[in-house]
DNA sequence: AGAGTCGATCATGCAGACTGATCGCTGGCC
DNA sequence: GGCCAGCGATCAGTCTGCATGATCGACTCT
């Protein structure tokens, strides 16, 4: 342990540092901790006296502290360590409640339409005593967020993704496909309409999703800025819209109802990439074993999954 | 910090757990620790006060005690933070050292010979105030053992590298070359020997490498146990034993020094994946510039290389 | 049954962490 | 230019709480 090189050291220490950080004065971050300022100015001293180093730099006079590049560099550690303790505290909390314990999954809406119903079915025959519980965002890194302090076992989520404690594995490759309304005759065209194509026609997006700012970046490459006529975080008002003639919508296949009578699909033809969906959990957490069962449970349902698609 | 969810939890609580792990007694981790046995005891009895459960279970009478598996979860993430304490000393003390401050390498033999010199002298060409120490070892392991605890800023690896808290990119892919004396009927052959073949020769092998264990397992493939007449670490004994007629080696050909006139390279038939090189550094430690600045000079120096032996 | 080993517990002593008050410094304001 | 407000450093005092040493109870092995 830190025994042999910082003997002295308290997480206390760690605390009051990033406390300092945050609030950009020694008497904010007192009051912040419930100190007082004498006692935060012991211990960033106790803190400098065992790394040997100045880690706050005091401007002196009424202005704002800041952290030296030392200081930043041991505040980066701290959250890291921060991060490990919450770690410890999800995987000791779900060990207490032992196997019959909760097992939290992140999801977003097209996952959660198409592939969860299966996956959840045989997960649960298979482990009939774990209770999955779902949470659902229309942006992954909210769900990775709760993955990183323990609030969720797993998520689902677009690789590549943000960086973090994380590790994941790829479940499926969706492709995207133009939604258009049945009558439309885009609908009818044999050849795939080009980049340059999609790039005039009313574009129906999303708003806050990570994976539309790629795409939308990516239709850019073409010369002229899309035209998104109306957002939407909602799989099912987008296609809505659609029908409606409001515009056609690039989406990935996955968040489309193809069984829609109103709408059509179209290949779009310049090569946008996939996007990626894969399972991603908290890279220092423990694996328990109904989460690691889930995990290559979803990878069958999505082999299955691609191989249906595939072929059809 | 977690003060939100653990109130009272300190690093002492996480040594003293790790010290019985380690000891399998009370008394014996005290004393380990330099504290007395009924300190431990106080310590444990507040840490499970803190996390609410039991984490050392006591058989009681005169065997050793073990930890619980919420014991063992705890004792797993206090060795990760233990890791990122010790990063956090080794970024500190290199940020006081400067940017003179010594840039700490790992290296083994092959890689120092080939591809070492021409990084080193750009390296130094371009970041004059950074003196470069060097640290060899025959196996890789040992060397990012070195990188974990923060004694050296990057090392050589083989890839796929041992679980740890590591990144690294890849260098080059070294194929693998059957080495044998220069009048050998072995160097006249056009048709390249079968592994088959290989297991029927006298074979020079190393004697810890993590790769030539690899080689030997795939050599084993092929039926018949390879038949090992010596084993050295060093290359240059490995290649004098061949010239002198002692058996035939199957090596990186970054070991191989060609212009040896004893020897001659043989292309092997199998299919022997090539060994990959990379270069690694700790996940959780600072990048500095100078060590950033090492990795691209040498993907840009092994590029060349990879370019060079391609050509030839 | 007795000896020996181990952890738990208790009273005690003491280090050190926090408090509250005070001082010195700096920048902004009149 | 002088005053004031805000900030951190410092110091003495208090008190929490950690470690100590002795003792007790539990258990195993002989």
Redesign the pocket.
Known sequence: MQTDRWP?L?L?HLIALRA?AAE???????TSL?????????????LERIVGTRV?S????????SLTEAGRVLQCHAEGIDARLQAAYADVAALAAGSAGPLRVGTYQSVGARVLPTLLRRFGTAWPDVDVSLTESADDGELLALVECGELDVSFCVLPMPAGPFEAVELLRDPYVLVVPAGSPLARRVRPPTLSELVELPLIGYRQCRTALKVESHLRVAGREPRIVFRSDDNGTVQGLVAAGVGVALVPRLTVDASDPAIALVEPGGQIPPRLIGLAWHRDRRRSPAAAALVEEARAVCREFEGRTAAA
């Open positions: 002295g308290e206390r300092i950009g004065s020694f008497g904010r971050a007192a419930g100190y007082t300022q004498s006692a935060i100015s012991q211990q960033i001293a106790a706050v005091r401007p002196g006079g009424p202005r704002r502290v």
